[in-house]
């Protein structure tokens, strides 16, 4: 079945469930970071009993739409979900009950909450799935489910390794993304390819944009890669080539208007919704949520030699400021709220 028509939320059989895979899939960009969603459920899990004779699965993620997509259609597929881990380290910035905990128990299913998975003893396992995670694993901690960790990787494996590959693959101008199903190795999202899809890149397309669009690939990608693990015919695939790299994660970026306007409109892509770039004006920080090419002909206030940083538009839209890049007039579009991923890494948590 195409991502396309998995994408489209059918019935879990649960109200609860239901109305919170509407609210996911009706998003027009997907976030990274947790979803704020206050509903309960007004009674206990209706739908269909989940399977307890296949594979034995725990799923690993954090509460983002990327990762509780998953969640999600690892329920509507009915797996044999024995147990949800999930991750402290994103409560120092969204400090609320966490939504893959809250599904897990509506199921019936037990949870660990855990700043260090590797401090942790699992529940008995054949397989664990890892989608939205933040911490790194041990070998020893790899080592506990019989088939494996999976990792939902949304990039073309063996480009753009690392935490933050959707931004690196807008802010890089790729013209083609994918999403990659690997098996988790102790290097960083370098184990075996199991399955794999290909995403074209709009030419304005976000960070969300494109995640929403890699994640209904990805379901299907992930439902090869249990269905090949269940029935023995799973061919891994090296993860190694020339084209492979690696990017840290994003920190705050502070703009330089002495760029093209391609390459900033790049960035201000990449970083939306989860990570705006940001200008300083005043001395207060302002973050930029999109920008656009303006007739510098009609406007008076963006006279002037060379680049400058935004300054207020006389007439123009409340939100918007004028600036002036290496090759056009622009108007910013800004907040005086951005970065909303958490910023520090636990000890010994830290991506290189």
Known sequence: MSGAALAQPRSLEDPWLDDLANQIWSKPEFSMVPIDYEAVPRGPYSGPRLDERGLRVVFCGIPSDYGTAFLLHLIERRVNLVAAVCSTRWQRTHPKTDLIARIAG????????????????FARSDLVVMAS??????????????????????SLLPRHRGPEPIYWTIANGDREAGITVHLTVPRIDAGPILAQRRVEVFDGDTAGSLSKRLVAEGLSALDETLDGLSSGRAKPVANESEAASYEGPVRQIGIDWDQPFAQIDRLVRAGHPDQPPYFTYRGRRRYIYAVRRVNSDAISEATGAGPRAPAPWVGGPGDEMLAIVRDAVVAVRWQPVGHTHAVRALAKQQFP
Not at 137 to 148: E, F, K, M, Q, W
Request: zero cysteines; charged letters at 15%.
């Open 133 to 154: 995670f933040d911490q790194i694993l041990a070998p020893d901690t790899l080592a506990v489910p019989s088939r494996g960790w999976l990792n939902v990787h949304p």
């Open 106 to 121: 509506h199921l019936g299913r037990p949870v660990e909450i855990t700043a260090n998975a590797n401090a942790e003893t």
